[in-house]
């Protein structure tokens, strides 16, 4: 029983290690926007920092929890508010980008379940090299 | 001269001074601007722009209309209950606003530029997550339109609209409205509770009631 569970964990860190081997990007602090109930629509926010020399862009954003997640941003123009769907996130070397309220975020659309408090959803990055980058993202007050 | 000329003179005359009257009266009774130092997108309307006649739906279901701005000062914003980030930033911090210790009694009023999908009940679960005493609005087309023309509220809508996940583009200034149910300020994002606050005290102070 101890064996399996150990080896369960070895597998686990082995897949996880495959999922970020040669993946220069780490995220701190990601976390979901709390919605009301009814939202079909939630953001979802982080900081994604680049250790590595090379500028890394970040092509999709996609998660089993939601219909379809989409990078935006948020610009102003005279007062109206505008979001661009961003088909590419641009990382720069040694750099990072911060996904933060009402700047840039990740739209999250329609959940296949409602979300509470402390619920963590799995959002998927998807690296301009084809790398893949899963994260647990828990919902949160902000 | 004679007496015609004369005549004429003293008609231009009395328009004249009528005109004078009306534009006393009128700086009489608007005080010089105030302004805000050092703060961009704090616009103070001098004179105030009156709200128009409009009738809406609360998220409870019941009639508003432009005497529902009467007798109270309101915080008012626009947008939509499906806007993932503007919105709920915004309303996040007209809830710290409501809950200043130092706050006057005030009606916040949220109103929707998507009544398609906002219906009253989703409006009921979207406002109450926010603040169960802001009051969220919804009405036509048509009388969406009437009520935010004058107040300069320009959206749009991106995406297919026949769908569920359009976007709308939206103007997402912070309005505040005084006791004659009409314009007096507004605030352009980024909104915060001392940002908002501030300029919504000092407003009310300086024009009072």
Redesign the interface.
Known sequence: MAIKRISAALLFMLFSATVWADLDLTVKNPWIREAPPTASTLAGYMTIVNNGDKAVNIVEASSPDFKSVQIHSVSMDKGMMHMQHMHKLHIPAKGQVELKPGSMHLMLMSPKKPLKLSDQAVIVLKTDSGKMLELFVPVKKP | MNKRNLNTLVFFAVILLAGAGVFLSLMESEPPRLKFENLE?VIVESPPTPLPDFQMTTHEGKPFTKKDYLGKWSIVFFGY??????C??TL?ALNQVAQMPNLPDTQFVFHTVDPKRDTV??LA??I???NEDFIAVTGPKSEIDKFAEPL?V?YDF?GDTSK??Y?V?????VYIIDPKARLRAYV????NEERVGDVYIKVREYYGD
Do not use: Q, R, Y
């Open positions: 997108g209950a499906n806007c993932p980030d503007v709920p930033t996040t009940e989703k679960g979207f109450e997550f926010f300069g320009i991106e569920d996940d976007i583009t939206h103007f997402a200034a352009l994002p980024p909104h």
